[in-house]
């Protein structure tokens, strides 16, 4: 009996050793490889594509429909809304749909994002263009709706894989966190990189028609044969303008199609804890459910729509704000290049604090420095190198916005893998939901946006504006944001994930993975 006691007892001691081996091994493994850096950075320039076409809708879509296509106020307000909508409510079905498709040899996530490419370019570009120089009401209203909504469903088929693709680029946590950073940097700076060429291509134009209106306001008795050359005058600049919008979306779209191609030849999908990259077996609800009930998640979700509300309230009235509230037409692409630039520059920056101080903390810091610089920008006229202070300081905290929630997310993620370890491979359900959120928070910004100058008495194309218009334009850029902020960093206090939890959260992936060790082997591939 006492020899059989002892037998088992080694038995059990040999067990435990192999177990801690296969854990320190497994660890070891993890660190030693890691990602490598080419790999993070093929991974994030395939990000450009949708900050590049997302800014430049989000800065220049209003305006443009405006005051180059001179749609109705309540047209435009409705294609901006039920556009983003329709994306919004598409980003989960899509996010089902990648997640029940199956794992080919390119892997289960890479041809959903390089099949949708060619029809996004193409629906891009269509929807910058102008059919005819003077449409229907109807007609102009039929074909940007249509444009938009099939741009925003390719984006998304686009999209909703490549932000789940953070999740299999191998490595651990931390990992996970620089493939972040990288990624960020480069979508700030594709956002700097699509407004540069939005905002040159076509800002010159738009100088040139707050020259004509200006010259109109300032000389109201000019004889008929000078009004009528200024109406000309005026014509011609529309038509030119419409040409340059063109361009700048074939621009935009041939960088949309190298980040793709960059993407299928510099990234290779690797399977993450409790992965298995394969077709997932739940209902459509019921992953649904699962995604939506999990607190952590829904609390990162509300922060985040709260603070894209107010960020993109504020980006979707800037170019109307600066030309007719401050005065700044002339010099509103150049604002936003510093703005971007600002952003670009900072995002290194806030990668450190988030090391240093944690997320939940450096997040709190990012959102608070954009209340004192939207408050200025609103009261200030006529004060151009304030008006650049200010925009570098905007610009910095929007960095901040980029970077935090999305680096949070992976953490609900694993959270939720920890606490449901049967349920598999919904990455993309949680990734589409959070798209979801942004762009809903965006279509509701321009939407309420436009709809309020609307009601204002906005005309489009005019020069001039009643004070009721003006007034608006002041508040939609800065006192409700300010409130939307607010709200969201109350949310971000009481997200529940903080350094400590999260480093909880990796040790019991880690002890997942060594509880299997077949698993721990799939994993290293």
């Known amino acids: 009996m006492l020899t059989m006691a002892s037998s088992s007892g080694?038995?059990?001691?040999?067990?435990?050793?192999?177990?801690?081996?296969?854990?320190?091994?497994?660890?070891?493994?993890?660190?030693?490889?890691?990602?490598?850096?080419?790999?993070?950075?093929?991974?994030?320039?395939?990000?450009?594509?949708?900050?590049?076409?997302?800014?430049?809708?989000?800065?220049?879509?209003?305006?443009?429909?405006?005051?180059?296509?001179?749609?109705?106020?309540?047209?435009?307000?409705?294609?901006?809304?039920?556009?983003?909508?329709?994306?919004?409510?598409?980003?989960?079905?899509?996010?089902?749909?990648?997640?029940?498709?199956?794992?080919?040899?390119?892997?289960?996530?890479?041809?959903?994002?390089?099949?949708?490419?060619?029809?996004?370019?193409?629906?891009?570009?269509?929807?910058?263009?102008?059919?005819?120089?003077?449409?229907?009401?109807?007609?102009?209203?039929?074909?940007?709706?249509?444009?938009?909504?099939?741009?925003?469903?390719?984006?998304?088929?686009?999209h909703v894989p490549y932000s789940s693709l953070n999740m299999f680029l191998g490595g651990n946590d931390r990992d996970r966190d620089s493939a972040t950073g990288y990624r960020m940097g480069m979508e700030v700076f594709a956002t700097l990189a699509g407004a540069t060429i939005q905002g040159q291509i076509v800002g010159v134009y738009h100088a040139k028609r707050s020259q004509v209106c200006s010259m109109q306001q300032n000389d109201t008795s000019l004889p008929a044969d000078n009004h009528t050359a200024s109406l000309n005058d005026t014509t011609e600049i529309l038509h030119d303008t419409r040409k340059a919008y063109v361009i700048a979306a074939l621009v935009i779209g041939f960088m949309y199609f190298m980040c793709c191609l960059v993407v299928f030849l510099g990234v290779k999908e690797q399977l993450a804890p409790l992965s298995k990259l394969d077709r997932i077996n739940l209902p459509y609800l019921t992953g649904m459910k699962m995604v939506v009930c999990h607190i952590p998640y829904v609390k990162l979700v509300c922060g985040f729509l709260f603070a894209s509300l107010a960020f993109q309230m504020a980006q979707g009235n800037f170019a109307l704000f600066c030309t007719h509230a401050a005065d700044m037409g002339g010099y509103f692409q150049h604002l936003v290049i510093i703005l971007l630039t600002a952003a670009t520059l900072s995002t290194p920056l806030w990668q450190a604090l988030l090391v240093k101080l944690g997320k939940k903390t450096t997040i709190f810091i990012g959102l608070s420095s954009y209340i004192p610089a939207l408050i200025l920008i609103s009261l200030l006229r006529n004060s151009l190198p304030l008006f650049i202070i200010m925009s570098m300081l905007a610009g910095t905290s929007l960095a901040a916005l980029f970077l935090l929630p999305w680096s949070m997310l992976p953490d609900v993620v694993d959270d939720f893998k920890v606490k449901n370890p049967s349920c598999q491979d919904l990455e993309p359900l949680f990734y589409s939901c959070f798209v979801f959120f942004n762009k809903f928070g965006g279509g509701v910004a321009v939407g309420i946006s436009t709809m309020v100058l609307h009601f204002a008495g906005y005309k489009p194309g005019a020069?001039?504006?009643?004070?009721?218009?003006?007034?608006?334009?002041?508040?939609?850029?800065?006192?409700?944001?300010?409130?939307?902020?607010?709200?969201?960093?109350?949310?971000?206090?009481?997200y529940p994930i903080t350094e400590k939890r999260r480093q909880e959260i990796q040790t019991a992936l880690k002890k997942a993975v060594a509880d299997n060790p077949q698993k721990g082997e799939e994993l290293s591939l």
């Not at 074909?143 to 469903?153: E, G, I, K, N």
């Not at 020069?463 to 709200?487: D, E, G, T, W, Y």
Request: charged letters at 15%; aromatic letters at 16%.
């Open 463 to 494: 020069c001039k504006h009643n004070s009721q218009v003006i007034f608006s334009l002041r508040m939609l850029f800065a006192p409700v944001p300010i409130c939307l902020l607010l709200i969201s960093m109350v949310m971000f206090y009481f």
């Open 10 to 158: 080694d038995v059990q001691d040999h067990l435990t050793v192999q177990h801690m081996d296969c854990a320190a091994e497994n660890d070891n493994r993890s660190k030693a490889t890691g990602i490598p850096l080419s790999r993070k950075l093929c991974y994030a320039i395939g990000g450009m594509p949708y900050q590049m076409t997302l800014n430049a809708k989000g800065f220049f879509m209003q305006i443009f429909l405006l005051d180059v296509v001179k749609m109705g106020a309540s047209y435009a307000s409705i294609i901006l809304f039920l556009g983003r909508a329709w994306d919004a409510v598409t980003d989960p079905m899509i996010g089902y749909a990648v997640s029940k498709s199956r794992s080919t040899r390119f892997g289960k996530l890479i041809p959903w994002i390089v099949f949708s490419m060619p029809f996004g370019v193409v629906s891009y570009i269509m929807l910058w263009y102008t059919p005819q120089d003077t449409m229907s009401p109807a007609y102009s209203f039929c074909w940007y709706f249509v444009w938009s909504c099939l741009f925003d469903t390719f984006m998304s088929c686009y």
